[in-house]
């Protein structure tokens, strides 16, 4: 797994988009603050990175398909609502 860690980490890092068979995809994402003048734009604008998981269409329609369920409590500890 630490091995598989690494390949992923070293490739994601160099841009590519890494498909993890019956997993999905992983790839990096930054978000920005958006410009109205391509000239103004910098790496100071990124204030988020992070890696984005595309789940295959298999575990996309387990999730779906699994139900949940719904335990609110009060305060107190006392159970208030089950759906």
């Known amino acids: 797994m630490e091995a598989l860690g690494q390949a992923i980490t070293s490739w994601v890092l ?3 988009i ?3 068979p019956g997993l999905g995809n ?8 958006a ?3 391509a000239s103004d734009v910098s790496a100071d604008d990124i204030f ?6 595309t789940p295959t ?3 996309k329609n ?8 719904i335990t609110c ?11």
């Open 73 to 83: 409590f009060d305060k107190d500890g006392n159970e208030v609502n089950r759906d």
């Open 18 to 20: 890494v498909e993890v």
């Open 26 to 33: 992983i790839r990096a994402e930054v978000r920005a603050k």
């Open 14 to 16: 160099e841009g590519h």
């Open 62 to 69: 387990a999730l779906n398909s699994t139900p949940i369920n």
């Open 35 to 37: 410009k109205s003048d």
């Open 48 to 53: 988020r990175h992070h890696l984005l998981l």
């Open 57 to 59: 269409k298999e575990i």
